[in-house]
């Protein structure tokens, strides 16, 4: 158990609709990162947040939002969702704001969009 | 830009046999080495790490060293289990002032040991 926790686990809806994935980090981190795993893609690094603040970006599209609220739980929102979004969405945690590469990952949310 | 590139799987072995898993990275700065490994099922674990040249990360059998010259970061192990079992990937991070705050990770290896 890495102390990291996502919910839901699955996620199944339609083309055109939005979900919100939830992210816990483990007690004491301050900076939460989310990935997506997909079949072609890999493992796609998508945004960092650390104490409430974004701190980096990678390839997230623009119908992604995400943000970090005061008790240190972050959310990803995905809206006008399409068939490629289907995919695993991993949440990280870790102490501190420069990645040392330490991350302590949940079990994921498995999204898909029929 | 920084990228990390793995050898492609799926790889089949026999229990106790050798395993080696091989990486290679790009990167600009000064790049920490990472494997971390994924069980069925499960999020990724940080398996070990390498911060600097020559260093070399080992943990639960498996080791990799750090090769600036090769930019080369190889997981091997000398006698796989069956619950070795999982998907393996190799990741850098690169300090110095273009941190960004993320890992960049290579496709993963699925490895599959047979009993």
């Known amino acids: 158990d890495s102390g990291v926790t996502q919910t839901p686990k699955h996620l199944i809806t339609a083309t055109g609709q939005r979900v919100t994935l939830r992210c816990s980090p483990r007690?004491?981190?301050?900076?939460v990162y989310w990935y997506q795993q997909s079949l072609d893609q890999g493992l796609q690094f998508l945004i960092q947040y650390y104490n409430g603040e974004e701190r980096a970006k990678g390839n997230i599209l623009e119908r992604f939002s995400a943000q970090q609220f005061p008790d240190l739980h972050s959310e990803l929102n995905l809206s006008s969702l399409e068939l490629g979004d289907s995919a695993l969405y991993f949440c990280a945690s870790s102490v501190g704001q420069l990645n040392t590469g330490e991350l302590f990952f949940g079990e994921g949310s498995r999204l898909t969009v029929l | 830009g920084d990228s990390v590139t793995q050898m492609e799987g799926p790889v089949t072995l026999s229990e106790e046999a050798f395993l080696t898993i091989n990486c290679t990275y790009t990167?600009?700065?000064?790049?920490?080495l990472f494997w971390y490994v994924q069980y069925p099922g499960e999020g990724l674990q940080l398996l070990l790490k390498a911060t600097k040249a020559d260093d070399k990360g080992s943990n639960k059998g498996f080791e990799a060293t750090y090769r600036k010259e090769t930019t080369s970061f190889h997981l091997e192990k000398g006698s796989v289990q069956v619950s070795d079992s999982a998907v393996y990937f190799c990741?850098?991070?690169?300090?110095?002032?273009?941190?960004?705050?993320?890992?960049?990770f290579g496709q993963g290896t699925t490895l599959q040991v047979k009993p």
């Open positions: 990167a600009t700065g000064y790049p920490s």
């Open positions: 007690s004491g981190d301050l900076s």
């Open positions: 990741a850098l991070s690169v300090s110095g002032s273009s941190n960004t705050g993320k890992l960049i």
